[in-house]
């Protein structure tokens, strides 16, 4: 890709971002109650049952969702939807049928946007959970191949909600990048506080950016698989690492409760060791 193509996707992404966190903004949402559920990684399984466990109804017939939420509350996605898991097309499937109608927002995680440039040949390595995706895609109609890669490049990096009370985004958020789509808020917002070093199990060290965060706004956020919620100062990280045997797990805004449901199976090995949940610790002995 030259440099003026780069600057012209850019560009685009930007406008994209900004239209989609707008139209968040302008839906009447300012009083309502939200469930941010944490990362899928295609655990369609799993999130039935959260969302069961939280009280939306869903029906589903074949390939196509329909899902009714509890009055007065939406749901929110932290990103990560595809990559590893046994499910992603399904997963998909019912997160782009609630976002169209209106009843769920999502962000983008990193995987997400991995999965975008390699459905368009432009990803500069394909990883095992990728090609895992990428060969459950294949199976799918060519239409809709054409509406996941148009829904995953349309999502935006992080959503302002409850009149900036509350934020979401995938791994991480600076106060001062909040409501910027810039490439650095965006990568920021997609991959955390990366260093250029590497760490165990050849994995990229992170600085811990919620040790400095100090903003008004609770920030709910995943990315980084932990056995239980993780709270730290106005911010907690609902990833606990449901494609690798863990939970997945949803945080009830307001009322700043979380719900989790333990992973029926570990769909993916984990570079850096993982511990499942105790029903399936107890199973492996």
Known sequence: MDRRTGKVERRTDSRHWLARWRDALSLPLAHRHFDVVGDVHGCLDE???????????VDRRRENFAVTPPRRRTLVFVGDLVDRGPAAPEVLRLAMAMTRAGTALCVAGNRDEAMA????????????????????????????RAEVLSFLRRLPSHLMLDEGRLAVTHAGLKEATKGRGSAVARVFALRGDLTAKRGPFDLPLHKIWTARYRGRALVVHGHTPVLKPVWHNN????????????????????????????AMDIYYEPRRPFAPNCTLRKKRK
């Open 47 to 57: 999130l039935l049952l959260l969302l069961a466990d939280l009280g939306y109804c």
């Open 117 to 144: 440039r390699a459905m368009k040949g432009r990803a500069d390595h394909v990883s095992r959970g990728m090609e895992r995706t990428l060969n459950q895609l294949a199976k799918q109609p060519k239409e809709f």
């Open 235 to 262: 911010t907690v990280n609902i990833d606990t690492g449901c494609v690798y045997g863990g939970h997945l797990t949803a945080l009830r805004y307001p009322e700043r409760e979380t719900l989790s449901i333990p």
